[in-house]
């Protein structure tokens, strides 16, 4: 019938896989995984998607995610995608698509599949040798299951700053509007904060926002500490999806960063992506010395097709 939404099984999960344009890194700084993942929870929130995993890497992005219908899960991935795309070409000034327009999916039924997916979603850093336990990466969301502050300080309201407080209120009012936080928003709410208040709001933000559903995520373990021993244990593996294979270490998008920011793009790394090909491609042997890049990460870093 016309109209007619499939349902799926109850059980049902797809991991997807968002490619950026021709491999491009897309995130660059805090700023850009901040208003992603206020965009993506905002959005799940409100298609009523149920998150198991979410894992923000350089140039992709996974999820594992269940909806009521498959026709739900390409409006999700592309009102998430095109409103995060449009802040993010607004406030760098870069034009154009940012993510193609294809993503990669795979339904995951039985138990067993869906924990090894889980696994593989929640590795994605320590494949490419970021870290070395997967609950040291912030961007997977992993530490803050079981924890509201694992990469800062407790909260004291009666010893924290006036700005540090008034920050947190306006993300609360925010998060109670069930809006993002875009690029202006995110500077207001950092600016004059101390590196150590800079990562007690971010933890903050990121637990008040938290999309992933605790209830049906530990109902595959036993618990969050065997879970993060079996996520530690088995890195996972992913048959069933056309991912793009990258053989190489991420570090040296790590270092190539490193080397911006200590640069003349310092203010805004992204900017880097503006500058004419012909610097560019003189910035490329820079990285491919000093940074030990390959050329095709080097080419991705500054968006050379």
Known sequence: MR??????????FEHIYIRSINQF??????EDRLVYYTVFAVMAKRYGVTVLALALMFD??????????????????????????MAYNRDSGRKGPLFQKAYGNSAKRRDKDIRNCIAYNYNNS????????????????????????????????KTASKKLLMSMDAV???????????????RRLFEGLVPEEREQLLDFIIYLYLPIDKESLLGFYKSYDAMVLAIN????????????????????????????????????????????????????????????????HAKRFLHLE
């Not at 909806?67 to 899960?73: A, G, M, W």
């Not at 336990?133 to 992993?142: G, T």
């Not at 079981?146 to 309201?157: L, Q």
């Not at 920011?261 to 992506?273: G, K, N």
């Open 3 to 12: 109209g007619h939404k499939r349902k799926l099984p109850a059980d049902t």
């Open 25 to 30: 890194v897309i995130f660059y700084t805090m």
């Open 60 to 85: 992709h992005i996974h999820h594992l995610i269940k909806t009521i219908s498959r026709e739900l899960y390409g409006k999700f991935i592309g009102v998430t995608t095109s409103t995060f795309a």
């Open 126 to 157: 320590v494949e490419k040798l970021l870290f070395n336990r997967a609950e040291q990466d912030r961007w997977n969301l992993l530490a803050y299951i079981d924890n509201p502050h694992p990469f800062s300080a407790p909260i004291d309201r």
């Open 172 to 186: 609360v009012l925010f998060h109670g509007r069930n809006e993002f936080l875009d690029y202006p928003v995110v």
């Open 233 to 296: 244990s088995n890195t996972g593996k992913e048959y069933d999806m056309n991912e793009i294979y990258d053989p190489e270490s991420h570090q040296d998008f790590v270092r190539m960063l490193n080397l911006t920011r200590r640069s003349s793009f310092a203010t805004d790394p992204r900017s880097i992506i503006l500058a004419p090909d012909e610097q560019k491609w003189k910035i490329v042997h820079s990285f491919m010395d000093r940074a030990g890049a390959s050329l095709n």
